[in-house]
């Protein structure tokens, strides 16, 4: 199952709301059927929530397309023209896309962010690379102790409902105590970790400084007894 349902909505009316969303294999969800479930979203909540995401590819879909070398020049100057951005039709292609180029980030948006704006949500994403700030693993590791611990039947019914009751069993404190304890510790020790190769890496510029200027001196040295046979 996608771990995005799980990290964006711990109650299980959300988690099962759409059907099209119960998927066993990672592979079989994308972009369109997240969409789908996205919209699904404000129906089972009485206020705005925060929702966490990864960046796989099924996340960052973009609202609209923005054109590319492969975008047809007249699709490019409708798109100029939609955006009011001034240009000339008389143009080539390499300098149209070198105007879209210098505007196009105004209107790189992605498009699950823009529908949870609407519906009043806030999308938080992840840091590519850094799955280690993915917190929910902790909270699903108690879900998934919770179940195993429990499951008698293996039968997917009583699994189902094992589920839903572990999900509600998450607390509040357990998001305070497992996750915010841990995601500043995480954040204090990567921080030193940044200092710590910000100042190797300065060492190691200034010896690979210091021992060309040490060549450089002893080539000269070299050149100045030639200079004088």
């Not at 969409?35 to 129906?43: A, G, I, S």
């Not at 960052?60 to 100029?80: C, F, G, H, N, R």
Request: with cysteine.
């Amino acid at each position: 199952m996608p771990s995005l349902l799980i990290k964006a909505l711990f109650r299980p009316h959300n988690l099962y709301s759409n059907p099209k969303v119960q998927l066993t294999i990672h592979e079989e969800m994308n972009s369109e059927v997240l969409k789908k479930w996205f919209l699904d979203l404000k129906r089972g909540f009485d206020e705005p929530c925060v929702i966490v995401m990864g960046n796989a590819s099924y996340h960052s879909a973009y609202a609209e397309k923005i054109p590319s070398t492969i975008t047809k020049k007249v699709d490019i100057v409708a798109w100029l023209l939609n955006k009011n951005i001034p240009h000339n039709a008389t143009e080539t292609r390499p300098e149209l896309l070198n105007i879209v180029k210098e505007h196009k980030e105004k209107y790189r948006a992605y498009e699950l962010d823009q529908i949870a704006y609407e519906i009043g949500f806030e999308v938080v994403r992840l840091p590519p690379y850094h799955c280690q700030y993915n917190l929910i693993e902790i909270i699903w590791a108690q879900v998934k102790g919770e179940i195993a611990y429990k499951n008698k039947t293996f039968k997917i019914k009583d699994v189902r409902k094992l589920l839903d009751e572990a999900l509600l069993n998450v607390t509040v404190e357990d998001w305070k105590k497992k996750c915010a304890k841990y995601a500043e510790k995480l954040q204090e020790e990567d921080f030193a970790k940044s200092g710590s190769r910000d100042d190797a890496i300065e060492r190691i510029v200034i010896n690979l400084q210091d021992d060309r200027e040490s060549s450089f001196s002893e080539s000269e040295d070299e050149v100045f007894y030639v200079e004088n046979l």
